[in-house]
């Protein structure tokens, strides 16, 4: 019983309350770096280490912050764990830190990290925290992994650095490129909102949805 | 004089080739949530011309004048969403003794502003090109007129995606990110005029 409340709050995390479908949060880091997957990877691992640690310390401190104040601490808070991620990459892998630019200090600003602090860690218990903001990261981060597998195959046909393509098929240099991160990200969400439409209307009546 | 050019140049930069939205896809949460109607799309793009032409001035001087001084540049990003949230708190204040219809046009969104991304953003990208004080003074205006044009253009463009007919799972965010790709297309173009 007790095993089950977290997996369904893990489950719950990870595909219905999926940060880009339902509530399209975040997604300026994940049309930003979804141009190749090794960048990918690393701002997920990035964004999955914020979410869970800095929900777990609000958790922990939540009978202590004021209400008017809150939102400051929160960001106090998640900025002092994004400063930890950006020092330990510029230390230990300088290239992908470069190459993340200012997206790895934008993690502050990501709404999904505020919205888990907001929603679910400032009522709930320390471990539940953590394994919520880990869901939802998670869910995102599979999200945006598959963006930039379509985005980095087409546009340079390489999958990690590997040559998957052969040289001899034209690139498609707009996958790489501003406008294919929209196209992609549009497409993907279509197909997700299809698929969970047509699941949701099977089973329950949904309210607020339009037809 | 050849400072001037700089200066035109880096802002006409940022108003088009490097639109903050569509090239740097930053602020997308509020461009897809505020671009329902032209005139909060107007009211969003006024604020945030505002605020980040206001916060880049002031962080440049946090960072150039305090930060690089004292060797403590890792606390920027600390320093920077302080002095944001601070600065956008004054401002509200200050409006509202000020002018009391300009509150009334952009006071609701001066407080979304502290987590939009894209004030932190032109932040960092002001000192990572290491500009000097007059250029980010035209980069964080240029930014902002970017974005709030951006902003406006898509507004104009969903007003009449509303009244027409589509297939099920695209209304919404996911056309909204598709039109998006198209204006983004369009921008890139400009990089011929540079």
Known sequence: ?211 | MSDFSDFLKITFAAVFTGNIALTYFLGMCPFIAMSKSPATAFGMGAAVVFVMTVTCCINWIIYWQILVPTGTEHLQLLCFIASIAVIVQILELFIDRVSPVLYAAMGIFLPLITVNCAILGASLFMVLRKYSFLNTLGYGFGSGMGWAIALLAMSGVRSRINTSKLPPGLEGPAITMITAGIMAMAFTGLAGVM
């Open chain 1, 1 to 211: 019983m007790k095993k089950n409340k977290y997996w369904e709050t893990f489950r719950f995390g990870l595909i219905d309350e999926n940060p880009i479908f339902k509530m399209i949060l975040g997604i300026c880091s994940a049309l930003a770096v979804t141009n190749s997957v090794i960048n990918t990877l690393t701002m997920t691992l990035a964004v999955i280490f914020v979410t869970a640690t800095s929900s777990a310390l609000i958790s922990l401190i939540r009978d202590w912050i004021p209400k008017k104040v809150r939102m400051v601490v929160y960001v106090t808070i998640i900025a002092t764990f994004v400063m930890v991620v950006d020092l330990l990459l510029k230390a230990m892998f300088p290239d992908i830190s470069k190459a993340l630019g200012p997206y790895v200090g934008l993690i502050i600003t990501n709404c999904i990290i505020m919205g888990r602090a907001e929603a679910f860690a400032s009522n709930n218990k320390v471990i539940l925290s953590i394994i919520d903001g880990a869901g939802v990261a998670i869910g995102y981060g599979i999200i945006l992994i598959f963006i930039s597998v379509i985005r980095e195959l087409l546009g340079f046909g390489t999958l990690l650095g590997y040559l998957i393509i052969p040289v001899q098929v034209p690139r498609m240099m707009i996958m790489i490129m501003a406008p294919g991160a929209f196209f992609t990200l549009g497409i993907v969400v279509w197909i997700a909102r299809y698929w969970m439409y047509h699941r949701v209307s099977v089973n329950v009546d949904e309210v607020g949805r339009e037809k």
